[in-house]
């Protein structure tokens, strides 16, 4: 489709250009973890086309995604001049992207907080603190519990877009729409029992570096997009790369 975007929006086989923006960042973490299954060309080739793909797809969701979850497995890695190193280069291409025809309006548009100059339409942090208002006073009345499963869908699908909260574009805000903040406690608790799983630890850190980046980038991108069914891209892309490096895992 073309909305405005320097390369519109391309879903490929997936029902919806977020879905396929997700996948790529996914998918990018999980080539960069089997360089040593593979040979180095194939797997250079492999993450050149995916972050081509990324940059193509229209889904600038995907581009910050993929930037701090990069910047998240250097700091875990402990590669701290590399991060910072990475951390200048960003800061120097917000000078140049200006200058760059096309550019501007499309990637430039991640880094304008308040939608001011771009083209492209996306949500400003003066919209995020309005749905961060809205997100609690719809659940004034049941903050602790929420409104129950599967309560932002069955509002859209009957109601349409909420007058402030649009599809619930943020992972936090359906959590508290439906669970309260007992749910949010589960769902960070579930994050750290990822993180300190027992047979998690059997693998070597590189491999542990790559699964919590994966998990960082799910949530990442939901936080920023919200949760329209991509859990389950996260699950089988993580349990196929934990079947695939079976030979360093014992219980």
């Known amino acids: 489709s073309d909305d405005g975007r320097l390369f519109g929006r391309i879903s490929s086989f997936f029902l919806h250009p977020m879905t396929f923006g997700l996948f790529l960042c996914l998918s990018f973490i999980y080539v960069l973890g089997t360089k040593e299954r593979n040979k180095t060309i194939i797997n250079i080739s492999l993450l050149i086309l995916i972050f081509v793909n990324i940059i193509t797809c229209g889904v600038r969701s995907a581009i910050a995604a ?21 951390v200048f280069l960003s800061l120097v291409s917000l000078y140049i992207i200006p200058y760059i025809s096309g550019l501007e309006n499309y990637i430039g548009s991640i880094f304008d907080f308040n939608n001011a100059r771009g083209t492209v339409s996306g949500s400003s942090f003066d919209m995020r ?24 869908h069955y509002y859209v699908e009957n109601n349409g877009a909420h007058p402030v909260l649009l599809c619930f574009e943020s992972l936090f805000f359906s959590v508290m729409c439906q669970n309260g903040i007992i749910g949010l406690l589960a769902y960070i608790y579930m994050c750290v029992r990822v993180y300190k799983n027992k047979y998690m630890c059997q693998y ?6 790559i699964i919590y980046t994966m998990v960082f ?17 996260l699950l089988i892309i993580y349990t196929i ?11």
């Open 66 to 86: 993929i930037l701090l979850g990069a910047l998240f497995y250097l700091l875990l890695s402990r590669k701290i001049k590399i991060a910072l190193t990475a």
């Open 129 to 152: 603190f309005e749905q961060l208002d809205g997100c609690f006073k719809e659940i004034k009345d049941c903050i602790f519990i929420g409104k129950g499963y599967g309560w932002c």
């Open 204 to 209: 070597e850190k590189k491999y542990r570096y």
């Open 217 to 233: 980038v799910y949530l990442a991108f939901s936080m920023i997009t919200g949760e329209y069914g991509y859990l389950k891209y």
């Open 241 to 251: 790369f934990l079947i695939n490096n079976r030979s360093v895992f014992r219980i």
